[in-house]
């Protein structure tokens, strides 16, 4: 069976470091069982639940708009927070 990975999170690890990773299914790093551990700064949901309606089965138009809708400013104040 193909896993869903939520791919490329930018996250400060608990050594205050930028780390980044990806986690299978539905897990993320604040979860006891995901592999890495952190606070997330941003997160791209790649799951067809998140897309479908709009996009179809056109997953990479979707990953290219979302980029446009990306607020830089609150994922700097995220970092600035927790690094």
């Known amino acids: 069976m193909k896993e869903n990975k939520i791919g490329g999170i930018p996250v400060v690890d608990k050594n205050k470091k930028l780390t980044i990773g990806s986690t299978p299914n ?9 592999e890495i551990k952190g606070f997330p700064l941003l997160a791209l949901d790649v799951w067809e639940h998140a897309y479908y309606l709009k996009y179809q089965n056109k997953r990479a138009d979707y990953i290219e708009n979302w980029w446009n809708v990306v607020n830089w400013n609150y994922v700097q104040q995220r970092f600035d927070k927790w690094s």
């Open 26 to 34: 539905q897990d993320n790093p604040l979860m006891d069982v995901s």
